[in-house]
């Protein structure tokens, strides 16, 4: 196994927090070397997977909070978002986490559709899972071009 | 995390300059000054968002709604002051095919925040 720090963030699964997280995740980043424009992915990734967490957490009629998991390898940022409100095993979750599933079926467009799509897009890696609560799963490696060279298959594929 | 929303009417143009970060917390006050606007038929509608400094799939989430409403009227909705960052949002969603974005006179961006 890879060398990696890890810092988990909590909030409350309510709007007003997911700015708090995307800052968190923008000081991670910058810590680890990625650009400007690698940041702003970032936090617009991390915020789409948070703001799915908050508006899942909002249909339960209960306020529960998100966890942000992410481990900062030398090469990469590897981010977990669940919003279980439980902590969790970072290494653990990475393997229960199934191959991708197609979100875009019909179109990007569709309602809901547009964050995981950015997801998606702005990332390198992105998996998710539905089990108890939705647990995103998402990478971005350092100095790479989207798109290259990351097809190589992982435990996670 | 802030958003300002400053509506000036010129002409027959209305006018919004968007001012602040745009994500789940802050779009239902966007949402909200846009569908305050009184729809009228044929009517022109201008959104600056040149400081905006950031926005998600909320964000154009709301944009969509509102361009749906304008067109239903057979209005024009124009957005302008994209910097490079945001233009690629809509560019990256499609949505730039679909809206009117008039472009940075002078073409520089400021993606600068």
């Known amino acids: 196994m890879q060398a990696f720090d890890y810092i988990e963030v909590k909030v409350p699964a309510k709007p007003q927090y997911v700015g708090v997280a995307r800052l968190a995740i923008s000081g991670l980043a910058s810590r680890l070397g990625f650009t400007y424009d690698e940041i702003e992915d970032l936090k617009i990734a991390a915020s789409e997977a948070v703001t799915n967490a908050v508006q899942h957490a909002y249909h339960d009629e209960k306020v529960g909070e998100v966890i942000l998991g992410c481990a900062l390898y030398e090469d990469r940022l590897e981010i977990v978002v669940t919003d279980h409100g439980k902590s969790f095993d970072f290494e653990e979750t990475k393997k229960k986490i199934g191959p991708y599933q197609d979100w875009n079926e019909d179109s990007p467009l569709r309602e809901g559709g547009l964050g995981l799509y950015l997801m998606e897009t702005l990332m390198d890696e992105v998996k998710v899972d539905h089990g108890e609560g939705v647990i995103v799963f998402m990478t971005k490696y350092l100095g790479r071009e989207r798109g290259e060279g990351h097809v190589k298959p992982t435990v996670f594929s | ?113």
Do not use: W
Not at chain 2, 37 to 60: F, I, K, P, R, W
Not at chain 2, 62 to 82: Q, R, S
Not at chain 2, 91 to 104: A, C, F, R, V
């Open chain 2, 1 to 113: 995390m802030n958003l300002q929303v400053e509506q000036v009417d010129k002409d027959l143009v209305h006018n919004f300059k968007i001012i602040g970060e745009i994500d789940i917390y802050t779009a239902p006050k966007l949402k909200e000054h846009l569908t305050n606007l009184e729809q009228a038929e044929g009517m022109e509608v201008e959104l600056d968002l040149s400081e905006v400094n950031y926005m998600d799939s909320t964000g154009l989430g709301v944009f969509v709604g509102f361009y749906k409403e304008v067109k239903a009227h057979n209005g024009k909705m124009v957005i302008k002051g994209l910097n490079q960052r945001l233009y690629r949002l809509f560019e990256i969603t499609g949505l730039s095919e679909i809206m009117q974005i008039k472009e940075i006179e002078g073409g520089e961006d400021h993606a600068s925040v």
